[in-house]
């Protein structure tokens, strides 16, 4: 759980300092910051894709994951959370960008090959190097996350705890079971995701319910044990 600390750390203290001297960066500045991470994401996402043994597995992922994400309203709960959130935490100039803050840095800092190797890594060993490199990472985008999308930003530790600090505690069975191809569907998967956040969030080109396809990378791998009983 080391790494999960420290990649909390990481984004609380540099969206307190985007908070801070957000108020003195130009907009323009800003949204160009922004525009970039949304082009970054969607290079990493691309390059996650073609980790891909077979483009289908990926498919099947996501149209399973998407039928349970809108089951579940996924996406949903999460909006709520940050409205609620909001209420208590936001002050009224913060209000149209607290939730969109809290779910794009949430699904960015929890998506990715980083995330789920890092924290399999942290909790089987202690080793918690690849997370201090995504901390890294993290602590730039939560600086330039805040600076424009305000105090939602730093509300996403919340879900770091929860999700990466639940992959830590389960990291010995789950690496018990999941094997190199299996974990390169999730990343293909998770690369899908990223674009559609950088589509959605970032960019602002078209809306996407992201977090509805989050069932998708526990689909991923499945599918892949599934097929191997098959073969």
Same mark, same amino acid.
């Given at each position: 759980m080391t @790494?999960?600390?420290?990649?909390?750390?990481?984004? $609380?203290?540099?969206? #307190?300092? @985007?908070l801070f001297f957000g108020a003195r960066i130009p907009e323009r500045f800003k949204s160009t910051v922004i525009a970039g991470?949304? +082009?970054f994401t969607a290079a990493m996402g691309l390059q996650m894709f073609l980790e891909t043994e077979n483009p289908l597995i990926v498919l =099947? #992922?996501?149209?399973? /994951?998407?039928l349970l =994400?809108?089951?579940?309203?996924?996406?949903?709960?999460?909006?709520? $959370?940050?409205?609620?959130?909001?209420?208590? *935490? !936001?002050?009224?100039?913060?209000?149209?960008?607290?939730?969109?803050?809290?779910?794009?840095?949430?699904l960015l800092f929890c998506v990715g090959p980083m995330t789920i190797l890092g924290s399999i890594q942290d909790g089987l060993t202690g080793d918690y190097r690849l997370l201090a490199i995504k901390s890294t990472l993290?602590?730039?985008?939560?600086?330039? *996350?805040?600076?424009? %999308? /305000?105090? @939602?930003?730093l509300f996403s530790a919340l879900v770091i705890l929860v999700f990466q600090g639940g992959i830590s505690l389960l990291a010995g069975g789950l690496n018990a079971i999941i094997?190199?191809?299996? $974990?390169?569907? $999730?990343?293909?998967? /998770?690369?899908? %995701? +990223?674009? =559609? +956040? !950088?589509?959605?969030?970032l960019l602002e080109i078209k809306p996407i319910r992201v977090g509805n396809f989050l069932p998708a990378l526990a689909v991923a791998p499945l599918i892949v044990w599934v097929l191997g009983l098959l073969g």
């Open positions: @790494g999960t600390f420290l990649n909390i750390a990481t984004v $609380l203290i540099g969206g #307190a300092i @985007g991470m949304g +082009l =099947g #992922a996501l149209i399973v /994951g998407i =994400g809108e089951w579940m309203r996924i996406e949903d709960r999460l909006r709520a $959370l940050g409205e609620n959130l909001e209420k208590r *935490f !936001a002050s009224s100039g913060d209000s149209n960008n607290f939730v969109r803050g809290f779910l794009t840095a949430s993290d602590f730039f985008s939560a600086l330039a *996350f805040s600076s424009t %999308l /305000g105090v @939602g930003v094997t190199t191809p299996m $974990l390169n569907e $999730l990343t293909a998967t /998770g690369g899908v %995701l +990223l674009l =559609g +956040l !950088a589509v959605s969030s």
